[in-house]
């Protein structure tokens, strides 16, 4: 089987994106009802690399993971958040495998503004996440590291 990275060629990317009913931000980050998740800061999966986008999802289920996948040391949390701009969708997650975007995930360059902290929220097993951080690091060695521009 061929490991070499192929060329990400995103499709069916919308901008500009509507979205009904509450949109989420997963992460180990703590904010308070108001303040604005923005762009500039450490990514949550790469302690190295500044953000060029926030990202958020209509699925709560997708939050709670991005938060638990999230690096630093602190508590996941789930945030209902409201978008200042408008939002698109992620090409992180929308190429070939997934048209259509089914994880509803979406990015913006302008702030979340955070309208609720989530707390009823059921994580993941320990061994889901384990093979999700497997499969993240696999990804990373093959050279498919995060869109971020």
Known sequence: MDQAAKEFTPVGIRTDVKETGPLYHGTKAEFTVGSLIQTGFNMNYDEDTKANFV?????????????????????????????????DDD????????PGNPTRSYRTREPLRVIAEVTDWEGHSPEALAKMRKNMERAKQLGLEVIND
Request: aromatic share 8%; hydrophobic share 50%.
């Open 91 to 98: 090409p992180n997650v929308t190429d070939m495998k997934f």
């Open 55 to 87: 990202y958020l999802t209509a699925l709560i289920d997708v939050a709670v993971l991005a938060a638990e996948m999230a690096s630093g040391e602190g508590e996941a949390r789930v945030y209902i958040v409201e978008p200042t701009g408008s939002i």
